[in-house]
Every structure is written in C-alpha cells, then in structure tokens.
C-alpha cells in the first residue's frame, strides 16, 4: 500500500512540476523586452542585404547575357567584341564589390544580434 502511495504521489509531484516549468517558461516569454530600435535598425539591416542580394543575382543574369552575346557576335563586328569584353570585366568587378558588400552586412547584422535572423 505504501508503495502505490509513493508512486502515486510521484506522479502528482512530476505533474505538478511540469505545469509550473512551462507556465514560467510563458511567463517568461510575455516579460521579454525587446528594444524596438534594435529591431528597426535589424529589420533595415536586412532589407539592405535583400536588395544588394537582389542587385547580385541581376548582375549574374547581366554577365550571364554578356557571355552570350560574345559568342554569338561575329568575327567581323571588333568594336562590338571589345566592348562587350569592357562591359564583362565591369560586371565582374561591379559584382565582386557587392559579394563584398554582401558580406560586410551579414557580418554586421550578426554582430548586432539581431532577433530571429534568417540569412
């Protein structure tokens, strides 16, 4: 008899203990204060990085297009060959500096710490 007792009394301390655990944990959860210029300022962090994400991805197509047009040019049109070949070595250079940029602004939004980042 005393051995159902203590298992059974076991079993309401474990509840018990259960319930109070996650009503902290959501107590917890409401009196977390987030600063709000911490989130603004991740919040144009990350719109920063998503249009220099999107400016790369129009350059990749740009240089992609550039390459494709340089084999299709004809042997006779030089000036036209040479000028896309200056326009490619831009694109590649305008592309480099914004994998550049790309990278100083993740760094910087992992430094500040922002709240649910996603990269």
Do not use: W
């Amino acid at each position: 008899m005393k051995m159902i007792r203590r298992k059974y009394f076991f079993h309401i301390f474990t509840l018990c203990f259960l319930l109070l655990s996650s009503s902290v944990a959501q107590d917890y959860e409401n009196t977390v204060i987030t600063d709000p210029s911490i989130s603004r300022r991740c919040e144009e962090l990350l719109n920063k990085r998503n249009q220099k994400v999107a400016h790369k991805q129009k350059l990749m197509e740009l240089i992609t297009r550039n390459r494709r047009l340089l084999k299709n040019v004809p042997k006779e049109k030089k000036t036209v060959k040479v000028k896309l070949i200056e326009n490619y070595g831009k694109l590649k250079n305008e592309l480099r500096l914004s994998l550049i940029k790309i990278t100083h602004l993740e760094e910087s939004i992992v430094r500040t710490g922002c709240p649910g980042l996603t990269l």
